[in-house]
């Protein structure tokens, strides 16, 4: 079977960490779909080079035994990535209401621009308080946060 056969989704994010939330996403994921591609947004005019390296690095060290994962850089729109790859869908975890307002728009835009679907899996429970945005503040006052972390990372 070739990559562009399998019934691929899109997972994307900026990943600033990944967490283990991210993680438990790409491995239900992996039960709907042959292939997830976890996709970092890059924003050129801030990431550099190196930054995006760390993450892509970091990433597939943590999804490296999960078979039908595979990690990419990618700028520009989610849709235009899903099209390239021949995707089907594009994952999405909510964590909140807020998050689902969010995510709701979002897949309301790709689906009009470009008829793609969105799959939305809710967090678990335990997971529900992790956010990228929160490990990098607790980092910033020195605190632990590799329980958060895949192990692999």
Known sequence: MT?????????????????VGHLDIVRRALNLFDRVVVA?????????????????????KAVGSLD??????YSGMTADLVRELGAVAVVRGVRTVADYEYERQMADANGM???VETVVL????????ISSSLLRELAHY?????RFMPENQ
Do not use: H, Q, W, Y
């Open 40 to 60: 970092v947004g890059c924003n050129i005019s801030k990431d550099t080079a190196a930054m995006v390296e760390t993450r892509l690095e970091s990433i597939r």
């Open 142 to 146: 020195g605190r632990d946060i590799s």
């Open 3 to 19: 990559a562009r056969s399998l019934r691929t989704a899109v997972f994307p994010g900026t990943f600033n960490p990944f967490t």
């Open 68 to 73: 039908g994962v595979e990690v990419t850089a």
């Open 113 to 115: 621009i470009e008829g």
């Open 122 to 129: 809710f967090a678990r429970p335990e997971l529900s308080v």
